[in-house]
Structure formats: C-alpha cells, structure tokens
C-alpha cells in the first residue's frame, strides 16, 4: 500500500483520531492527531481508548456464535425463548440467525429514513435511563414490524440489543461482564472496556462534534455507556488485535469461525450481511475485505481486513463525520 503523504491527508482534514494499519504484526501506517477533549485540550494518543460505536456489534455477535458452540443458544430457536417478549410486536418467528444478520424485519429505535430522530427518543426515554440492555426494549418492541422475518435485509440496532439479552439469560452474566471475560481478556484486549462517559476514566476520549460555530459533547446524545448495539471503547491496537483472534480461531471454534467470515445474506449487488461483518464483493463473487463501521454524535470509525492484500485498517474518530475522509482515502489507495 502506497502511505504517501498520508499524514498530510491527516492534517488537511482536521482529523481528530487514530488510524493504525498492519499486516500480520507489521505496522505499515499509524497515525494519531486531534484532542481527546476540546473542554481540556488534552490530545490524542495511540492508547486513547475511543468509543466504536457500532463496531461493538461485533463483540455481541462473537459472544453470541460462542454460546451457539456450547448449545447454549440456537441459531434457529425463537428469540421469544430467550427474551420475555410477551405483548410484544416481536413475531415469535423472529430466531437468533434473524436477529444478528439483520434479517428479522422488526424495527429499528429509531428510522431515520421515515424522519424519526434520536432527539424525539432520548426526548421519551432520557438517555441517563438507559443503561442495560433491558432498559432499551421499550425503544422498539411496540413498534410495528418493517417485514415478515428472514425476506429482508435491514440494519437494525434493536436485534443486537435481543442477542444481548440473549447472552444474558444463558450465561447468567451481564452483557458487560461477559463481553470483558469471554471477548476481551482471550483476545489480548487489555485496553477495551465499557467507560461510563460520566466518568472519569483515563485515556478515553470524548465525543465532541463542531456544529453551527461551536463545539457539542454528545454527553446527552446516547446512553451513557455502551451496551450490545454499540458504544464499546477500544484502542485501535486492541481493536487489530481483536480481528486477528477471531481470524487465529482464538474466539471461536473452527467451525463458527468459518462462519463469522462467511458472507450470509446478500443486501445489495455488492454488499453481503454477516454476523456482524460486512463484506464488500467482487465482480466475481468473491470477497475483496470485510469491516464493520459505527457513527454516532461524537464518534465514528471502521476495522476492515483487505484479504488480497492481507491488511488489517482500524480508523478512530472521537467526531461523527471524523472517520469517512480517511477511510474512503485508504480504500481508494487500495483499489476501491
């Protein structure tokens, strides 16, 4: 991969974040500029920890697939069997493969597209309430479905937040805990975690976006701590790290492995749905990388394996726009 004059792309887009791209245990690029806090002025360093957003999904889907190994959780099996959903819009045909690969047709928190926001929810359901994964059922179960489940391909945070549940009735473990034992630990993730951002905890950086002339923290943009559809904090080292564990058969056996690197469901000419990946297509049906990426106020980023060229890209922003220059920039660089 050509680097050239990458840094100067960095600066000229006032990126604020970290950007760390490897082959195998070779750093080929790594990047770090901006502020962890705009209120303090405190810079960004490569183990600032910043908030992945959806990538988090991710860790969800693998602590899911590990339960599937162990016959704990049923791929096939109604997600009503894990879940109290009782009185509920959630069709009882809703299963488990639904939910992690977007394919359950039950709606979203929030549809953006048909001109809801996350204001008018956080509005209803103040976002300082919402700090386990139980406390975000009443954002979407008493909303009607979008489709019949398994006929279409639509992302949604609501299912992931069902898988988590699901993790929890089995392993009898908070999501949390368990994302941090079972995900974290064996992966070598020693710098991820799940920060409260009312806190104070070091190096993790706060999401700040530049809006009509002044800077806003997203404090009161989502929950104050990351449950299983997103908001997890990781470092782009631990995040590498993470993707080569699953890659290394060092988080799942053999067999769901394979399967969490094998494309599942087709969303578009060139986009498959997996267990949480997305994978970009070629031509010729085969895979040319596969990433997840995550946007929210005050964060955005990607972790993406390019196989032909066998290199690992993790891009950290702590602004929600911060992250799309460079990643369409090193995809680009990369025949995209």
């Not at 908001?231 to 790290?241: C, F, M, S």
């Amino acid at each position: 991969m050509d680097i050239t004059g990458l840094d100067e792309f960095l600066e000229q887009n006032d990126f604020s974040g970290t950007v760390l791209i490897k082959r195998g245990n070779a750093t080929v690029f790594e990047a770090v500029a901006g502020k962890a806090s705009q209120r303090w002025d405190v810079p960004n360093t490569t183990d600032t920890r910043f908030d992945s957003s959806s990538i988090t999904k991710l860790f969800t889907s693998v602590a899911a697939l590990q339960q599937v190994s162990k016959n704990d959780l049923d791929l096939e099996t109604s997600i009503h069997h894990y879940v109290d959903l009782a009185d509920t819009e959630i069709d009882p045909a809703v299963t488990l493969l639904h939910v992690l690969t977007h394919t359950s047709g039950i709606a979203d928190d929030v549809d953006e597209e048909e001109g809801e926001s996350y204001a008018d929810l956080w509005a209803e359901f103040p976002t300082y309430t919402i700090l386990e994964p139980s406390d975000q059922l009443p954002t979407f179960v008493n909303k009607e479905p979008l489709a019949d489940p398994g006929v279409e391909c639509v992302y949604t945070n609501a299912g992931y937040v069902l898988a988590g549940l699901a993790i929890e009735k089995v392993t009898k473990t908070g999501y949390r805990q368990y994302i941090f034992d079972e995900v974290f630990a064996p992966a070598g993730m020693t710098d991820s975690g799940f920060y409260d951002r009312r806190d104070a905890a070091p190096r993790v950086a706060e999401g700040w976006d530049y809006i009509d002339g002044r800077w806003v923290s997203n404090i009161y943009s989502a929950p104050p701590i990351g449950l299983p559809d997103g908001g997890a904090h990781v470092t782009a080292a631990d995040l590498i790290r993470f993707i080569q564990a699953v890659r290394n058969g060092e988080l799942l056996d053999s067999e769901f492995t394979e399967e969490f690197l094998t494309p599942q469901v087709q969303y578009d000419d060139e986009t498959w749905y997996g267990f949480g990946l997305e994978f970009d297509m070629n031509d010729d049906g085969t895979v040319r990388s596969y990433f997840a990426d995550g946007v929210s106020p005050g964060a955005s980023g990607i972790v993406r394996h390019y196989l032909d060229d066998g290199l690992d890209v993790v891009v950290l922003s702590n602004s929600e726009e911060g992250a799309w220059p460079v990643i369409r920039e090193i995809d680009e660089r990369l025949g995209g």
